[in-house]
T-cell receptor
Framework: AQTVTQSQPEMSVQEAETVTLSCTYD???????LFWYKQPPSRQMILVIR????KQQNATENRFSVNFQKAAKSFSLKISDSQLGDAAMYFC???????????WGAGTKLIIKP | DVKVTQSSRYLVKRTGEKVFLECVQD?????MFWYRQDPGLGLRLIYF???????EKGDIPEGYSVSREKKERFSLILESASTNQTSMYLC?????????????FGPGTRLTVT
């Protein structure tokens, strides 16, 4: 069975600095999708970034980028120029290509220090 | 703007009560999901539905049932609430096909069973 591991329950970063959140996963599939979702305090979960496993190029969305290492089964999220609004729980999720069910990590709480 | 709404943000029920959690999406999405979110466990799938009147069990269906009579509405039912069902419940929806099956989330219902 697929599993997703986020080994950092909590991370903190100074405003304007860069932080990297870790995610590893276990799968025997070759085609799949990976996601980072953000859940701000008392607000809705939203998609931050996604990566298709067949794409070698790392996905980027403005200040958010991923480091996708398929062989190592690693999918880290880098947030550049951290802002106070980035404070949230961040969840890594995996989806098989043939299935719409997501497998979720336990989450990392990101604290931004002003 | 896409929208998923849930009937209550906060709910307090007594042990043994029947509880209904409702979710409505306005995006004409085929798929709808109910998750349970607990600290340190991430999101766990309770049930999902890929069409009207169709449902499939997720990872933790015990103690829950669902109903989908209309495409836009997906209800989660706790037949006899128990204290171990105290949790945050998240509803989500997604397209049946399309780019990476992004899931859109509602704001969540925090249920307390006393």
């Amino acid at each position: 069975a697929q599993t997703v591991t986020q080994s950092q329950p909590e991370m903190s970063v100074q405003e304007a600095e860069t932080v990297t959140l870790s995610c590893t996963y276990d799968t025997s599939e070759s085609d799949y999708y990976l996601f980072w979702y953000k859940q701000p305090p008392s607000r809705q979960m939203i998609l931050v970034i996604r990566q298709e496993a067949y794409k070698q190029q790392n996905a980027t969305e403005n200040r958010f980028s991923v480091n996708f290492q398929k062989a190592a089964k690693s999918f880290s999220l880098k947030i550049s120029d951290s802002q106070l609004g980035d404070a949230a729980m961040y969840f890594c999720a995996y989806r098989r290509d043939s299935n719409y069910q997501l497998i979720w990590g336990a989450g990392t709480k990101l604290i931004i220090k002003p | 703007d896409v929208k998923v709404t849930q009937s209550s943000r906060y709910l307090v029920k007594r042990t043994g009560e029947k509880v209904f959690l409702e979710c409505v999406q306005d995006m004409d999405h085929e798929n709808m999901f109910w998750y349970r979110q607990d600290p340190g466990l991430g999101l766990r799938l309770i049930y999902f539905s890929y069409d009207v009147k169709m449902k499939e069990k997720g990872d933790i269906p015990e103690g829950y049932s669902v109903s989908r009579e209309k495409k836009e509405r997906f209800s989660l039912i706790l037949e006899s609430a128990s204290t171990n069902q105290t949790s945050m419940y998240l509803c989500a929806s997604s397209r049946f096909s399309g780019s990476a099956y992004e899931q859109y989330f509602g704001p969540g219902t925090r249920l307390t069973v006393t």
